[in-house]
Protein backbone atom coordinates (compact mmCIF):
# COMPACT_ATOMS: atom_id res chain seq x y z
CA UNK A 1 0.00 0.00 0.00
CA UNK A 2 0.68 3.54 -0.10
CA UNK A 3 3.18 4.81 2.66
CA UNK A 4 5.86 7.52 3.34
CA UNK A 5 9.41 7.11 4.92
CA UNK A 6 9.96 9.77 7.47
CA UNK A 7 13.85 10.43 8.70
CA UNK A 8 14.99 10.83 11.12
CA UNK A 9 12.66 9.90 13.91
CA UNK A 10 14.47 12.53 16.28
CA UNK A 11 16.71 15.42 15.39
CA UNK A 12 19.04 17.18 18.01
CA UNK A 13 20.53 20.09 16.85
CA UNK A 14 22.75 23.33 18.10
CA UNK A 15 20.83 26.78 17.96
CA UNK A 16 21.65 28.54 14.86
CA UNK A 17 22.81 25.20 13.03
CA UNK A 18 20.84 23.62 10.18
CA UNK A 19 18.45 20.78 10.55
CA UNK A 20 16.67 18.52 7.53
CA UNK A 21 14.80 16.29 7.81
CA UNK A 22 14.08 13.36 4.65
CA UNK A 23 11.12 12.11 3.14
CA UNK A 24 10.58 9.25 0.96
CA UNK A 25 7.02 8.18 -0.75
CA UNK A 26 5.33 4.84 -2.87
CA UNK A 27 2.83 6.55 -4.73
CA UNK A 28 4.27 7.79 -8.14
CA UNK A 29 0.67 9.44 -8.42
CA UNK A 30 1.44 12.12 -5.47
CA UNK A 31 1.66 15.31 -6.67
CA UNK A 32 1.46 17.37 -3.65
CA UNK A 33 4.25 17.32 -0.27
CA UNK A 34 2.85 19.42 2.71
CA UNK A 35 5.31 19.51 5.53
CA UNK A 36 3.20 20.12 9.03
CA UNK A 37 4.78 21.53 12.66
CA UNK A 38 2.93 20.43 15.85
CA UNK A 39 3.92 21.71 18.75
CA UNK A 40 3.77 19.97 22.38
CA UNK A 41 0.31 20.04 22.45
CA UNK A 42 -1.01 21.76 19.56
CA UNK A 43 -2.65 21.14 16.44
CA UNK A 44 -0.05 20.12 12.81
CA UNK A 45 0.02 23.84 11.79
CA UNK A 46 1.14 24.17 7.78
CA UNK A 47 4.56 25.41 7.09
CA UNK A 48 5.32 24.94 3.61
CA UNK A 49 4.25 22.79 0.84
CA UNK A 50 5.38 22.03 -2.81
CA UNK A 51 3.68 21.11 -5.33
CA UNK A 52 5.25 17.86 -8.45
CA UNK A 53 5.83 20.57 -11.32
CA UNK A 54 8.28 22.44 -9.07
CA UNK A 55 11.88 21.36 -7.66
CA UNK A 56 12.38 23.66 -4.67
CA UNK A 57 10.60 26.30 -2.49
CA UNK A 58 12.03 28.49 0.06
CA UNK A 59 10.31 31.02 2.57
CA UNK A 60 12.67 32.33 4.96
CA UNK A 61 14.62 30.02 7.37
CA UNK A 62 12.82 26.92 5.76
CA UNK A 63 12.93 25.36 1.93
CA UNK A 64 11.63 22.12 0.76
CA UNK A 65 12.93 20.05 -1.99
CA UNK A 66 11.84 17.44 -4.09
CA UNK A 67 13.04 14.50 -6.36
CA UNK A 68 10.57 12.97 -8.20
CA UNK A 69 12.35 10.50 -9.90
CA UNK A 70 13.73 9.48 -7.00
CA UNK A 71 10.43 10.07 -4.69
CA UNK A 72 12.14 11.97 -2.04
CA UNK A 73 11.35 15.45 -0.84
CA UNK A 74 13.47 17.04 2.10
CA UNK A 75 12.76 20.02 4.67
CA UNK A 76 15.68 22.36 5.37
CA UNK A 77 15.18 24.91 8.30
CA UNK A 78 18.60 27.16 8.50
CA UNK A 79 19.84 29.23 11.40
CA UNK A 80 17.58 27.10 13.72
CA UNK A 81 16.03 28.66 16.60
CA UNK A 82 14.82 27.05 20.38
CA UNK A 83 11.05 27.57 19.00
CA UNK A 84 11.52 25.56 16.13
CA UNK A 85 11.62 22.58 18.26
CA UNK A 86 8.56 21.06 17.18
CA UNK A 87 7.15 17.14 15.94
CA UNK A 88 7.86 17.73 11.91
CA UNK A 89 5.43 15.66 9.39
CA UNK A 90 6.08 15.35 6.25
CA UNK A 91 2.86 14.20 3.88
CA UNK A 92 2.33 13.38 0.04
CA UNK A 93 -1.03 13.79 -1.64
CA UNK A 94 -2.33 11.79 -4.44
CA UNK A 95 -5.69 12.26 -6.29
CA UNK A 96 -7.87 14.99 -4.25
CA UNK A 97 -8.15 13.75 -0.66
CA UNK A 98 -5.93 11.44 0.57
CA UNK A 99 -3.27 12.36 2.74
CA UNK A 100 -0.15 10.12 3.75
CA UNK A 101 1.88 11.46 6.60
CA UNK A 102 5.34 10.31 7.70
CA UNK A 103 5.87 8.89 10.77
CA UNK A 104 7.44 12.27 12.62
CA UNK A 105 10.53 14.19 13.18
CA UNK A 106 11.03 15.28 16.81
CA UNK A 107 12.94 18.24 16.50
CA UNK A 108 15.23 19.75 19.41
CA UNK A 109 17.22 22.98 18.99
CA UNK A 110 19.63 23.24 21.98
CA UNK A 111 19.99 26.57 23.28
CA UNK B 1 -13.07 33.34 13.99
CA UNK B 2 -11.99 29.29 14.46
CA UNK B 3 -11.65 27.54 11.22
CA UNK B 4 -11.68 24.04 12.53
CA UNK B 5 -13.14 23.58 16.14
CA UNK B 6 -13.23 20.45 17.58
CA UNK B 7 -15.43 19.86 21.09
CA UNK B 8 -15.16 18.48 23.40
CA UNK B 9 -11.51 19.24 24.15
CA UNK B 10 -10.77 16.50 26.88
CA UNK B 11 -12.99 13.36 27.35
CA UNK B 12 -12.07 11.13 30.03
CA UNK B 13 -14.66 7.49 29.94
CA UNK B 14 -14.50 4.21 31.05
CA UNK B 15 -14.22 1.65 29.24
CA UNK B 16 -17.69 -0.01 27.33
CA UNK B 17 -19.27 3.51 27.50
CA UNK B 18 -20.55 5.02 24.13
CA UNK B 19 -19.31 8.81 22.94
CA UNK B 20 -19.52 11.21 20.44
CA UNK B 21 -16.62 13.99 19.00
CA UNK B 22 -18.17 16.83 17.05
CA UNK B 23 -16.10 19.06 14.51
CA UNK B 24 -17.19 21.81 13.01
CA UNK B 25 -15.26 23.94 9.95
CA UNK B 26 -16.11 27.64 8.84
CA UNK B 27 -13.94 27.70 6.47
CA UNK B 28 -16.49 26.90 3.56
CA UNK B 29 -14.19 23.87 2.60
CA UNK B 30 -16.21 20.66 0.74
CA UNK B 31 -13.87 17.58 2.61
CA UNK B 32 -13.46 16.94 6.21
CA UNK B 33 -11.61 14.42 7.96
CA UNK B 34 -10.68 11.88 11.18
CA UNK B 35 -7.16 11.54 12.16
CA UNK B 36 -5.79 9.07 15.29
CA UNK B 37 -3.10 10.30 17.16
CA UNK B 38 -1.44 8.11 19.05
CA UNK B 39 1.13 8.40 22.18
CA UNK B 40 4.05 7.88 19.29
CA UNK B 41 2.29 10.77 17.67
CA UNK B 42 1.64 8.36 14.38
CA UNK B 43 -1.21 10.73 12.38
CA UNK B 44 -3.69 7.84 10.91
CA UNK B 45 -6.52 8.79 9.12
CA UNK B 46 -9.54 7.01 9.76
CA UNK B 47 -12.41 8.41 7.33
CA UNK B 48 -13.00 11.65 4.93
CA UNK B 49 -16.60 13.04 3.96
CA UNK B 50 -16.58 15.34 0.81
CA UNK B 51 -20.00 17.11 0.29
CA UNK B 52 -21.32 14.55 2.99
CA UNK B 53 -20.57 11.79 0.90
CA UNK B 54 -17.74 9.27 2.72
CA UNK B 55 -14.92 8.67 0.42
CA UNK B 56 -11.93 7.41 2.61
CA UNK B 57 -12.81 4.52 5.24
CA UNK B 58 -9.77 3.12 6.48
CA UNK B 59 -9.38 -0.11 8.69
CA UNK B 60 -11.17 1.01 11.46
CA UNK B 61 -12.99 -0.86 13.78
CA UNK B 62 -16.93 -0.62 13.11
CA UNK B 63 -17.36 0.23 17.05
CA UNK B 64 -16.44 3.63 15.18
CA UNK B 65 -18.86 5.90 13.17
CA UNK B 66 -18.53 8.87 11.48
CA UNK B 67 -21.54 11.35 10.34
CA UNK B 68 -21.68 14.45 8.03
CA UNK B 69 -25.18 16.11 8.92
CA UNK B 70 -23.75 18.76 6.21
CA UNK B 71 -20.45 20.09 4.85
CA UNK B 72 -19.53 22.16 7.50
CA UNK B 73 -20.01 19.54 10.31
CA UNK B 74 -18.35 15.96 10.66
CA UNK B 75 -18.61 13.59 14.28
CA UNK B 76 -17.33 10.92 15.34
CA UNK B 77 -19.50 8.63 17.26
CA UNK B 78 -17.84 5.50 19.18
CA UNK B 79 -19.49 2.62 20.44
CA UNK B 80 -17.82 0.12 23.57
CA UNK B 81 -14.96 2.07 24.01
CA UNK B 82 -11.91 0.45 24.75
CA UNK B 83 -8.05 1.20 25.96
CA UNK B 84 -6.84 1.21 22.97
CA UNK B 85 -8.84 4.00 21.42
CA UNK B 86 -7.28 6.56 24.01
CA UNK B 87 -5.72 8.88 21.97
CA UNK B 88 -6.29 12.34 20.37
CA UNK B 89 -8.44 12.79 17.57
CA UNK B 90 -8.09 15.55 15.39
CA UNK B 91 -10.60 16.76 12.91
CA UNK B 92 -9.34 18.54 9.40
CA UNK B 93 -11.00 19.92 6.38
CA UNK B 94 -9.90 21.07 3.55
CA UNK B 95 -11.48 22.47 -0.17
CA UNK B 96 -10.37 20.09 -2.83
CA UNK B 97 -6.72 19.25 -3.74
CA UNK B 98 -5.70 21.82 -1.77
CA UNK B 99 -4.28 22.50 2.31
CA UNK B 100 -5.58 20.78 5.13
CA UNK B 101 -6.56 22.61 8.38
CA UNK B 102 -7.15 21.07 11.59
CA UNK B 103 -8.51 21.52 14.66
CA UNK B 104 -7.01 21.53 18.16
CA UNK B 105 -8.14 18.36 18.77
CA UNK B 106 -9.82 15.95 21.19
CA UNK B 107 -7.65 14.11 24.11
CA UNK B 108 -9.26 10.70 25.16
CA UNK B 109 -8.51 8.85 27.85
CA UNK B 110 -10.26 5.40 28.55
CA UNK B 111 -10.31 3.97 31.94
Not at chain 2, 37 to 63: A, C, G
Amino acid sequence: GENVEQHPSTLSVQEGDSAVIKCTYSDSASNYFPWYKQELGKRPQLIIDIRSNVGEKKDQRIAVTLNKTAKHFSLHITETQPEDSAVYFCAAVSGTYKYIFGTGTRLKVLA
Amino acid sequence: DTAVSQTPKYLVTQMGNDKSIKCEQNLGHDTMYWYKQDSKKFLKIMFSYNNKELIINETVPNRFSPKSPDKAHLNLHINSLELGDSAVYFCASSQYGKTQYFGPGTRLLVL
